[in-house]
């Protein structure tokens, strides 16, 4: 099975920072890796598919870049609203289609 | 809209079955898998399974081999997964999600239903 790793595992910032999550797998899995945001009590919500590919209706301060086995999330100007975990998961290897274990991000 | 409605919260003995619905409206339900993923409290997601409504056949995460049904009722737009011999550790919220998928792009999840929490408790 192919693991994910993200990195860091939580991390704090201030509105208008620029944040990057990074997340590793375990083998090369090209660009099928997609990026989800979670808010407490709700389900995740996708915002990037395909490495790199913004999901409709999410604002454009969301960029996804990378392939193989090495990929980034990067908010270019971090809102209020940005808060909560965000998860990778690669879909290259099925199955299973796993996830990454999360990043907890906090708005100081 | 697209959307998946769940059905509600249950609560469960250890050993005993529990059913969860799914629910989709807003496109053709017969052209898109439906996958199930659980989430344990704290945990990240973890995925169990898929279900093609269209033929009904399933694909199951070896972790479930044995103890997870995936079933659907077309006339319904309903989906729908059992989870037999629960353990305090099958607690979770379990979602199902609808698969897009184009070759040579990738695949995802969009939208997500939300969520039925299952307790196993004595």
């Known amino acids: 099975d192919i693991q994910m790793t993200q990195f860091p595992s939580s991390l704090s910032a201030f509105v208008g920072d620029r944040v990057t999550i990074t997340c590793r797998a375990s083998q090369s899995i090209r660009s099928y890796l997609n990026w989800y945001h979670q808010k407490p009590g709700k389900a995740p919500k996708l915002l990037i598919y395909?490495?790199?590919r913004l999901q409709s209706g999410v604002p454009s301060r969301f960029t996804g870049s990378g392939s193989g086995t090495d990929f980034t999330l990067t908010i270019s100007s971090l809102q209020p609203e940005d808060f909560g975990t965000y998860y990778c998961q690669q879909t290259f290897s099925t199955p299973p289609y796993s996830f990454g274990q999360g990043t907890k991000l906090e708005i100081k | 809209q697209v959307q998946l409605v769940q059905s509600g919260a249950e609560v469960k003995k250890p050993g005993a079955s529990v059913k969860v619905s799914c629910k989709a409206s807003g496109y053709p339900f017969t052209d898109y898998f439906l996958h199930w993923v659980r989430q344990a409290p704290g945990q990240g997601p973890e995925w169990m399974g898929w279900?093609?409504?269209?033929?009904?056949?399933?694909n199951f995460a070896q972790n479930f081999q044995g103890r997870v049904t995936m079933t659907r009722d077309t006339s319904i737009s309903t989906a729908y997964l059992e989870l037999s011999r629960l353990r305090s550790d099958d607690t979770a919220i379990y979602y199902c999600?609808?698969?897009?998928?184009?070759?040579?792009?990738?695949?995802?999840?969009?939208?997500w239903g939300q969520g039925t929490l299952v307790t196993v408790s004595s």
């Open positions: 395909a490495a790199s």
């Open positions: 279900i093609n409504p269209n033929r009904g056949g399933t």
């Open positions: 999600v609808r698969e897009k998928s184009i070759i040579e792009v990738g695949t995802w999840f969009d939208p």
